[in-house]
């Protein structure tokens, strides 16, 4: 039912309860039986034991579990060892991931409120949350959560934190007024409070129109528990690369087993050479390689103030081509500031950000001393008077205890050099009308230090612009109207356009007779001063970050729950907002299908008062359009949009535990500009994950094609497979490593953001592989040969010339794979993890040359030196003549 447009004896009535005596006992339990506890329920989950089970059905995972298999048929224990406790640990992160619903349902419980007063039997008694009915009626005061969702019945001065739920950046002020709007979203239910919202000005009573699944908080759980995880471009393009390479693997084996059989070898030893290239086929480390370069750039981002809590989520960020936003605290500082002061026709602006109460006062270009300024400084007093804001500084950090508006009139003040200690001295407050809903006002009366008293009052510009019957211009007060007031009029429209909210000041001259001792006589016949036009201003460095993410491709978009014009004028300050980009608000989205948004979702980079149902839906448009979404925001409405997204990001300060466990990465300073940081780094990890591909896989192609070109041409076996092993496992490793470590390349945030459909080989790395794999087995085979004919030599040491050859060719080869183009591209001294990572496989593979002890078990005889001169000759031909290739090209 729509509770928020009826009245509220309409309500009473439908929900057949009883404002004077509450619910009688027997009714309690018949709506409990009918519509059951008042708690979050848990969907159908999966044990332990089957979630942890199905961690182990994915394709690549079941390539290594065969390369295990082929392992231990070598006898190679160590490698099958291995190659378990990488998908083990693969397993486990799985599994840990994939409780992160259930963790974020916990997180929801937990904002329940532990316990609620309510009317039974017509004495208010306190009961736990979860025994709440529908029909109950409910007290609440200040420092009070909301136990379940209500229809307001009674409103004394009330306003309820409702950020988490709405995204506004100020608390709600409720009433118990019905409200006739068509299409009405969670922020324009002022009749409305809802579960686990807190309650931060006055009190109220409510009748419960929602209890647990069935409430604002409900549906979150709902959509959390409902939303489909995504799979990451990575795990999709490893997937991809398991299934070709499983292939390549099986055919080949089956080739140089047949081919070998066919040209005279014995079955046995075939077998073991397929089973041999198989291995070789599947880069064992790659898992392990992708987890470590994941990991290190986990390390990084932490140094750049951004947590990852999922691993794959550092590479996903690297394709992203939309970044759907939350406004406040993440584009803005959620620090009310004013920026904008009016009096008498004049106005000023006053620099300086946040809380810091530092800054100049500016008319035009010109800087003045608000002292000399008297309706200026008059301004400024009366709103530090008329405030009950405290300013503290808290790990070196200015922080405003009380209401963000108060705070922001306070630091306006103190930038002017005014102190309330000061004030106090010389002015005493008799009396104060506290703040009002209904009035849009607050007053006080005060006397200064001769005696004189008089009321300041501070509100809704419309409604002391109503109540003021003169005004001060050009430093004399005059009679209010006429001119003037549309003057007044303009500059309050003014102010609005640019997304101020406006608190107008005025003050009245009190006669010594006069008690004033309600709030209708003090607030009237009040003299206008002027306004304080404030904003929650954009972070000054978030503007540079959105326009970098622009020049890499990056569309971004602002989702918020705050007022459209807001939204609109951050937006171009931020440059979001710009040439055809469009803005939509809730209503709108009401009315679209999700067919319908997909169709016009490219064109707006503005959602304005949104609802958790309107940001999922957001993210579902875009995704279907076929982009890598970044969903980032701090509130309980946002946790089912960043779930579902490709990336979701919340914030570490403001951020609810909701969104944190609905998250993959947290950032810590919650600004829009470190998720630019995390973009870059993103590009660059998945850069790296290539460049190990292309050197794992190149250097892999090169054995299977020896091999496999020696079977053809009817030689012995020019490499034995424990020295196929020893290569894959050993001095393949450690380079492959130090690539991920490899710093990102200059134009790595100039290029456009890769297609999610983008295949492991795309951009020429297939071609790259086969070639420079081709390349590598041909002159490897070449060593051999050249050995075994020409200088009568055992076939140990013509194979261990061949693997010397293949080692050396492969960690020349690893420097070509830093660069997109060629080793001539990028200064080859630029990675010293790598320079140092190849001295070592260098070393292991000298060690295994001509240590006795080891020879015996890789078959391997001491190299003389004058064979070392074709070995390196031979290595260095794959990598330069490309290198060759590109430099003709370049110069041509």
């Known amino acids: 039912m729509m509770y928020h447009e009826m009245k509220e004896t309409d309500v009473v009535s439908a929900l057949n309860t009883n404002t004077q005596q509450g619910l009688i006992s027997e009714d309690v339990e018949k709506r409990r039986e009918k519509f059951g506890w008042n708690e979050l329920e848990e969907g159908e989950k999966q044990s332990a034991l089957v979630l942890f089970l199905s961690q182990f059905k994915d394709f690549m995972v079941l390539v290594l579990l065969g390369a295990t298999l082929i392992s231990g048929l070598l006898g190679e224990y160590i490698d099958a060892i291995a190659i378990i406790a990488i998908v083990l640990i693969n397993g486990f992160l799985g599994f840990f991931q994939e409780r992160k619903a259930e963790k974020s349902l916990n997180a929801l419980r937990e904002l329940s409120a532990p316990q609620v007063t309510v009317l039974r039997d017509g004495v208010w008694v306190k009961v736990p949350s979860k025994e709440v009915v529908v029909?109950?009626?409910?007290?609440?005061?200040?420092?009070?959560?909301?136990?379940?969702?209500?229809?307001?019945?009674?409103?004394?001065?009330?306003?309820?934190?409702?950020?988490?739920?709405?995204?506004?950046?100020?608390?709600?002020?409720?009433?118990?007024?019905?409200?006739?709007?068509?299409?009405?979203?969670?922020?324009?239910?002022?009749?409305?409070?809802?579960?686990?919202?807190?309650?931060?000005?006055?009190?109220?009573i409510g009748a419960v129109t929602g209890i647990g699944m069935k409430t604002a908080m409900g549906e979150i759980a709902d959509m959390i528990q409902n939303a489909e995880s995504i799979t990451t471009p990575l795990q999709r393009k490893l997937e991809q690369l398991g299934k070709i390479l499983i292939v390549v693997a099986l055919l080949l084996t089956l080739l140089v087993v047949v081919?070998?059989?066919?040209?005279?070898?014995?079955?046995?030893?075939?077998?073991?050479?397929?089973?041999?290239?198989?291995?070789?086929?599947?880069?064992?480390?790659?898992?392990?390689?992708?987890?470590?370069?994941?990991?290190?750039?986990?390390?990084?981002?932490?140094?750049?103030?951004?947590?990852v809590r999922k691993l794959p989520a550092v590479e996903t960020l690297g394709c992203a081509s939309v970044i759907c936003s939350d406004k406040t605290g993440t584009m803005t500082q959620n620090k009310m500031t004013v920026t904008h002061l009016w009096s008498g026709g004049r106005t000023w602006t006053v620099t300086g950000t946040g809380y810091q109460p530092e800054g100049a006062f500016l008319e035009g270009d010109k800087e003045l001393n608000p002292r000399n300024e008297k309706s200026l400084y008059q301004l400024l007093t009366f709103g530090l008077l008329c405030n009950h804001a405290e300013l503290k500084l808290k790990d070196e950090e200015f922080i405003i205890d009380g209401d963000p508006t108060e705070g922001a009139l306070l630091v306006s003040a103190m930038k002017a050099g005014l102190e309330r200690e000061a004030l106090l001295s010389q002015f005493t407050i008799e009396k104060e009308f506290p703040f009002d809903s209904t009035r849009k006002m607050m007053s006080v009366i005060v006397k200064d230090k001769y005696g004189k008293r008089f009321v300041i009052t501070k509100g809704a510009p419309d409604v002391l612009v109503g109540i003021s019957e003169s005004i001060l211009w050009d430093g004399r007060q005059q009679y209010f109207g006429g001119d003037v007031l549309s003057k007044v009029q303009e500059s309050i429209d003014e102010l609005a356009s640019k997304a101020l909210r406006t608190i107008a000041i005025a003050f009245k001259p009190l006669k010594e007779e006069q008690s004033c001792s309600r709030e209708e006589e003090a607030e009237r016949d009040l003299t206008f001063i002027g306004l304080q036009g404030m904003i929650d201003p954009p972070r000054t460095e978030v503007?540079?970050?959105?326009?970098?993410?622009?020049?890499?491709?990056?569309k971004t978009v602002m989702i918020t729950g705050d007022h459209l014009i807001t939204a609109k004028a951050i937006a171009k300050q931020l440059g979001i907002l710009h040439g055809k980009s469009k803005v939509m608000d809730g209503k709108t989205l009401n009315d679209l299908t999700l067919d319908q948004l997909e169709n016009v979702v490219e064109d707006v980079s503005v959602f304005a008062r949104v609802s958790p149902e309107h940001k999922l839906k957001i993210v579902k448009a875009l995704q279907n359009r076929g982009h890598i979404v970044a969903m980032t925001g701090d509130g309980i409405n946002d946790a089912p949009a960043i779930k579902s997204a490709d990336i979701g990001i919340s914030m570490g300060i403001t951020g609810t535990d909701v969104a944190k466990e609905a998250s993959s990465l947290i950032l810590l300073d919650d600004n829009f500009a470190t998720i630019k940081a995390a973009i870059k780094e993103g590009r660059n990890i998945y850069e790296n994950i290539r460049k190990f591909v292309r050197y794992l896989l190149a250097s892999n192609v090169g054995e299977i094609l020896v091999m496999l070109f020696a079977m053809l041409l009817s030689l012995p076996l020019p490499i034995v497979p424990i020295q196929i092993l020893w290569v894959n496992l050993v001095t393949d490793g450690l380079p492959a490593m130090a690539l991920g470590l490899d710093q990102p390349e200059e134009n790595v945030m100039k290029r456009k953001p890769r297609h999610p459909k983008e295949g492991v080989f795309a951009r020429g790395l297939g071609w790259k592989v086969v070639s420079r794999g081709f390349l590598i087995g041909l002159i490897t085979l070449v060593s051999f040969m050249t050995i075994y004919y020409q200088n009568n030599e055992p076939l140990a040491y013509a194979q261990t010339v061949a693997f010397a050859t293949l080692v050396l060719a492969q960690l020349i080869h690893v420097f070509d794979c830093r660069s997109e183009h060629s080793i001539l591209a990028r200064n080859p001294f630029g990675n010293m993890y790598l320079v140092l990572a190849v001295l070592s496989s260098i070393l292991l593979m000298l060690v295994v040359i001509y240590l006795p002890g080891l020879q015996a078990i890789f078959h391997t005889m001491p190299i003389k030196p004058k064979d070392w001169l074709l070995i390196i000759s031979l290595s260095a031909i794959p990598t330069f003549l490309l290198a060759g290739t590109y430099y003709i090209r370049k110069k041509a």
């Not at 009433?175 to 309650?199: C, P, R, Y």
């Not at 081919?259 to 014995?266: K, L, P, Q, S, Y």
């Not at 291995?279 to 750049?304: D, F, H, N």
């Not at 503007?543 to 990056?554: D, L, N, P, S, V």
């Open 135 to 204: 029909g109950d009626i409910v007290r609440f005061s200040s420092g009070d959560r909301i136990g379940a969702d209500m229809r307001i019945l009674q409103a004394n001065n009330l306003e309820i934190e409702e950020s988490a739920l709405t995204g506004e950046s100020v608390p709600s002020v409720k009433h118990s007024n019905a409200i006739e709007q068509e299409n009405a979203t969670l922020g324009d239910l002022s009749n409305m409070a809802f579960m686990g919202t807190m309650v931060t000005r006055g009190n109220g």
């Open 543 to 554: 503007k540079q970050a959105i326009q970098e993410c622009k020049e890499a491709g990056i």
């Open 259 to 307: 081919a070998g059989v066919v040209h005279g070898h014995d079955v046995y030893t075939m077998f073991l050479a397929g089973v041999s290239l198989a291995v070789a086929a599947i880069p064992e480390g790659l898992p392990a390689i992708v987890t470590v370069a994941l990991s290190l750039g986990v390390q990084r981002m932490i140094r750049k103030n951004a947590i």
